[in-house]
């Protein structure tokens, strides 16, 4: 491959890699499909039409090869614990761009601290180029820039899906050990997993949310530099939320799925903002945002280590189709 549009996808073959790379070909695009498993790679491939290659990252010499057809990799293949690192290393080296769709709050910080070594290599490293750090990043610098610098932000997304994908799972498995964290005074600091539950209200209705360490966290101070910041997730299996999933449905058709995001802002006069980001399914969202910040990387060129809305912007959620914000929401 050659060419100033020329990618890599690596985890092509898992439940979202797939989508990503079914998505990638609808819009005209050609990424190199790449991962481990070999069988699912070259089916997936040959379905699609597409190049590809089996490459395993404990294969320096193999991912050092296939990066040098390549100007920027998207990595889909999670846990990101054990994919961020060797990848962002071998982009570095390579001259090429890096973009990942996670959410981990231990990668995040690593990925954040190559900023000047992106910067030297002239590359950018973007992570979280997916719904639940999209769907938050966007809607931080939107509210902290209504209040003038927030000085106190909340995030929080609550998804809804058709199947959700093995990946999300397995990364909370393996993140869970780190603990729970807040932001305070810009500084991360521990925070009882399970405690500090509030309700929020989407557009869909009351959720309960509790403070998780997802990758929010650092990616609404990178976008935003606000010294507090307290990221959320729901609380598993709370009876009290209602279903997002078949919400708006038909009867006799199929179910209308809808996302949303939640950011609230205190500004330095204590003034207070909140605003709200509705969208459909979050895996076509992931698939539709991880594209779109492809093409805005490679006609950008930024140098360095950014989050989604530091590199693109607060409306760069909007532009996903199906996707509006949403300034207030009525009783």
Known sequence: MSGPRSWMLYGAAGHTG?????????RGHRPLLAGR???AITALAEHLDLPHRAVALDDPAALNAVLTDVDLVLNAAGPFLHTAAPLAEACLAAGVHYLDIGNELQVFRALYDLDQRARRAGVTIIPGAGFG??????LARYVSDAVGGAQHLEVAARAATARQGPGIAAS????????????RAGHLH?????????????????CRVMPFPTGDLEAAFQATGAPDITAYSPVPGDPATPNPQASDSAAAGPPAYRSFGWARATGPDGSTI??????????????????????????????????????????????????????TVPA
């Open 18 to 26: 797939a989508l990503i790379a079914q998505h990638a070909h609808q």
């Open 37 to 39: 498993n070999a069988p």
């Open 133 to 138: 750090v999209v769907a938050t990043n966007c």
């Open 172 to 183: 909370v498995r393996e993140n869970l050990p780190y603990g729970g964290w807040t932001r």
């Open 190 to 206: 521990p925070h009882p997993l399970g405690s500090g539950t509030i309700t929020i209200t989407f557009p869909g209705g009351p």
């Open 274 to 327: 909140e605003a709200w980001l509705q969208t459909g399914e979050s895996y076509a969202f992931t698939a539709a945002a991880s594209i779109r910040a492809i093409e805005e990387t490679l006609a950008r060129s930024l140098r360095g280590a950014f989050s989604p809305a530091a590199a693109f912007g607060a409306d760069f959620a909007l532009t996903i189709p199906d996707t509006a914000r949403i300034d």
